[in-house]
């Protein structure tokens, strides 16, 4: 039975196209840009600037750990001196709940939020922030809890506690497709009832205007709604474009071909090696006790370990479902190759950054090889190579976007292309997904990335990044080391602009923790 599920691509587009009433006449009538924002914080347009990235946030207190809470300390330290707040995704786990904003988010960032001081007052489809804290959906803000398992856990003690992993931090509702999400950070115009309420909501929010049209104007500590679920904004002359990568992540169709055939047995031996594996794992899970500090440390091992599990079974699953052809969001990357152009033609940009969920490269020991990390390695490659086609000499020496930030691997991580042989050569890549859920180990097999290119293992390979930095779960001896985190990022003035990397680390060893801020990387 499986205990999580994900809507299809084309139901997530689907959904969130209805939520934010996706090209309603009211807002054609007035050339609204549905995808672009303004921010209005009143500080001027300097090209100096810093921002700070989180990602794989979303948990609650562990067994009197909150290392969420740790790492948004350390962010305090730098509020003032920041502008804006990226969120990588997985906002909530497990399922994207809404029963989880208060704990899960509100409480833990309560001082980014107006009204703060009593986050318990804080409804999670209410929320105000002081400083512009700026989302993209996870694969978790998506998920959902099939009604079955809801109804044999709500009614039987044992099974909640066999199942508690998987419980944990579930409850009664999953993320209603990207429902919960929706009513905390978009602008969230299904829910305006009348046609004249809705009129008034635009002429009194849409009121930004860009090259594209008019558009929201997100004003802190008064209105911070995102437009959809992918949205471009400039701040200080650097073009930020979030993305939605949870419906361009899907794999491409396995090969006809006896060589697929064989890839496919494969893969169908390790899921039910999986399979077994999990239930060995609750078996272990049911005979401990959770109030019995020894116990409660094993379990929240085996927690992290069957949520890898579910994450390799749902990544196999979806090569194993891929028949005939990806359903890919082409309107969406479209979207993207054409405000790149747009960036690039336009002498008021100096820079551009991409953040999403799923990171286009990644030496984190789960994600690596992971199919839909070679699908949006692969969509976001075709994208680079339509702009770089497009605008021929015009780019010269520089890659097509400054900066790739993403999250879904449990680390941070500083990576660089190398020449790939397409247009995504010589790209910095930002992995911030270590502040809440539980760091990983970097993979056994290195630093440098290799790439096949075929769907095929044994094909012809060739080095296509190195990793440079890695933050994450260390083992010495009997101790483990899990460095949860997040980065600031410094904009510095000038064409090209560089950019200072400030890593910032909550380490606990045992049963204490540690700050640190590494050295800084400039780049």
């Not at 299809?8 to 996706?22: A, D, F, L, N």
């Not at 997985?90 to 709940?97: E, F, H």
């Not at 008034?200 to 104007?217: I, M, Q, V």
């Not at 899970?285 to 094993?298: V, Y």
């Amino acid at each position: 039975m499986r205990l999580i599920s994900e809507p299809s691509i084309p139901v997530k587009i689907h959904k969130m196209q209805e939520r934010v009433r996706w090209l309603h006449p009211n807002i054609v009538q007035r050339g609204i840009d549905q995808t672009s924002m303004v921010i209005d914080d009143r500080k001027g347009d300097s090209p100096e600037f810093s921002f700070m990235v989180i990602g794989d946030s979303g948990t609650k207190s562990h067994y009197g750990h909150h290392p969420q809470r740790q790492v948004a300390e350390l962010m305090l330290a730098h509020k003032d001196e920041c502008s804006l707040v990226l969120h990588t995704g997985d906002v909530i786990y497990v399922v994207g709940s809404h029963e989880y904003y208060p704990t899960n988010f509100i409480e833990p960032y309560r001082e980014f939020l107006v009204g703060g001081e009593n986050p318990q007052n804080i409804a999670y489809d209410r929320m105000v922030f002081n400083l512009p804290f700026l989302p993209v959906l996870g694969n978790h803000d998506y998920y959902d809890v099939p009604l079955m398992y809801r109804l044999l856990t709500g009614s039987t003690l044992r099974l909640r506690r066999m199942l508690r992993y998987k419980d944990f931090e579930i409850g009664w509702h999953g993320s209603n497709q990207g429902d919960a999400y929706s009513r905390a950070f978009l602008d969230y115009l299904a829910g305006i009832a009348s046609p004249e309420e809705l009129k008034e909501h635009l002429d009194s929010h849409y009121t930004a205007k860009t090259d594209t049209g008019r558009c929201l104007r997100y004003e802190p500590g008064m209105f911070t709604r995102i437009p959809n679920r992918y949205y471009t904004f400039r701040y200080g002359g650097i073009d930020f474009f979030a993305l939605d990568s949870n419906t361009f992540n899907e794999p491409s169709p396995l090969p006809t071909t006896q060589a697929g055939g064989i890839y496919r047995r494969e893969l169908e031996k390790r899921r039910h090696e999986i399979d077994r594996e999990e239930v060995q794992i609750l078996a272990i899970s049911d005979r401990l006790n959770p109030d019995n500090p020894d116990d409660a440390e094993q379990l929240d091992d085996l927690s992290a370990k069957l949520d890898q599990i579910n994450e390799v079974k749902i990544d196999i699953e979806k090569q194993l479902a891929s028949h005939t052809s990806a359903t890919i969001d082409f309107e969406q990357l479209d979207w993207l190759r054409n405000r790149l152009i747009e960036s690039w033609n336009n002498s008021e940009v100096r820079g551009r950054i991409i953040y999403l969920h799923h990171p286009p490269y990644v030496t984190e020991g789960t994600k690596w090889h992971q199919a839909q990390t070679l699908a949006v390695r692969h969509r976001l490659r075709w994208v680079f190579e339509q702009v770089a086609k497009t605008l021929g000499s015009q780019i010269q020496e520089r890659p097509i976007v400054d900066l790739v930030l993403s999250g879904h691997a449990h680390c941070l991580e500083y990576l660089r292309t190398v020449d790939t042989g397409y247009a995504d050569s010589h790209i910095n890549y930002i992995i911030s997904g270590g502040s809440g859920r539980r760091p990983r180990r970097q993979r056994p097999e290195g630093t440098e990335l290799l790439e096949t290119f075929t769907e095929i293992p044994g094909s012809p390979t060739r080095k296509v990044a190195d990793s440079l930095l890695y933050v994450g779960r260390k083992d010495y001896a009997f101790q483990k080391q899990l460095a949860y985190s997040c980065v600031r990022i410094d904009v510095h003035d000038g064409c090209p602009p560089k950019f200072t990397l400030r890593p910032l680390i909550a380490e606990r060893v045992g049963e204490y923790w540690f700050s640190s801020q590494l050295d800084p990387l400039v780049i």
